[in-house]
């Protein structure tokens, strides 16, 4: 087979089928007398295994996994795809704790009376009282001042942001990201948005895990005619 014959199947130029060559993706590949590649079924199910894993792992990891199977270093490609279930998992699990955040809000009493010390506030989410001044500088958390010391006063929307803030930064989550989401349930008024973040969320993992199944089920394919046409030569 041409180049153009492997790209036509994947909407791909002829172009982009030799720059996977080159990068490894696809096995050693043989040229004519006239100096052009001639692919083979072997090559044609490879670029479909690259494809279908890129979906899941992302390019430059589905090139490493491909690099790494056509070496016969299947350790190191096998290492590779637990590590993105690993990652995958912990991030389900992030998911499941902010749900739960997001659960226990309505449950959490309300405070009342003055508003809580920024002591005060770090020890009923078991944070330092610089983690909150942290969130402060990047937005995260708006207290009000007292007129007299000057001190921070943090009320029930300051407790509330700081406890779904406390969540997302157990889950890894970037200061900015969740600075922006904190601004998004402040706008909205409520903790709806969030709710629909966490649909969102799930979608994407779920998205994401039939991805890698969809990888792993074409690299299967591959490896299998890679092994049969090793033990053929």
């Known amino acids: 087979m041409r180049p153009i014959d492997l790209a036509r199947e994947h909407g791909l130029s002829a172009q982009a089928v030799r720059n996977y060559d080159e990068a490894g993706v696809l096995p050693p590949t043989e040229r004519s007398e006239t100096g052009y590649r ?25 090139v490493e996994i491909m690099r790494a199977s ?26 499941t704790e902010v749900a739960s955040a997001l659960s226990s809000l309505s449950s959490t009493p309300t405070v009342t009376g003055p508003p809580l010390t920024v002591g005060e506030l770090a020890r009923r989410i078991g944070v330092h009282p610089a983690t909150l001044r942290t969130w402060e500088t990047h937005g995260i958390l708006r207290p009000e001042r007292d007129r007299t010391t000057g001190y ?8 509330r942001d700081a406890e779904i803030a ?5 889950g890894g ?8 989401f904190v601004d998004s349930l402040r706008e909205a008024g409520g903790a709806e948005p969030l709710a629909a973040f966490l ?27 890679l092994e049969q046409v090793s033990a053929a030569g």
Request: proline share 4%; aromatic share 8%; with cysteine.
């Open 38 to 62: 001639r692919y083979t079924p072997l090559h044609a199910l490879a670029l479909r295994a690259f494809l279908a894993l890129r979906g899941g792992h992302g390019h430059q990891q589905a």
């Open 70 to 95: 056509n070496r016969g270093d299947t350790e190191s490609a096998y290492r590779l795809i637990d590590a993105a279930h690993v990652s995958l998992l912990a991030e389900r699990d992030t998911r």
């Open 166 to 170: 406390r969540q997302l930064r157990r």
């Open 152 to 159: 921070r006063e943090y009320g029930p929307d300051c407790v």
């Open 173 to 180: 989550y970037p200061l900015p990201q969740v600075a922006k």
């Open 199 to 225: 649909d969102s969320w799930q979608a994407r993992l779920t998205t994401r895990s039939r991805r890698l199944l969809a990888g792993a089920g074409k690299l299967d394919a591959y490896l299998t005619m």
